[in-house]
């Protein structure tokens, strides 16, 4: 787990469960095996989130800075530069931060198996 993202255990709605599960669902076509090289990522940080880590191993084109965007681009290319549709999108598929434990049990499932 990521040491400076530590927060108190919490529980989880339906609906943040549902948002995870759309973004693992995702990744597993988009690059199969992530769960195999994501590691101490911290959902907050646009360098080194699980989105951030999966794009930069993937060699995603990362023209907008950081590879958070980049997997942001890869997903819902930017028109216009207007970010709206990829922050909606990255918000229902689980990216967009406080879900920390859900992304870690996600990445732990494979591990235990």
Known sequence: MCEECRDEPRTF????????AR???????QAPGWRTYVRNFNVSNPYNCV?????????WNQEYGSPYTAGLQHAVPMVNDDWGPAA???????????????WEEEINKSTVS
Do not use: P
């Open 13 to 20: 709605t339906d609906d943040e469960r549902a948002q995870v």
């Open 88 to 102: 909606d999108w990255s918000h229902t598929h689980g990216f967009a931060g406080g879900n920390q434990g859900l």
């Open 51 to 59: 989105l951030a880590q999966v794009a930069k191993t993937e060699g």
């Open 23 to 29: 973004g693992v669902a995702w990744l597993d076509v």
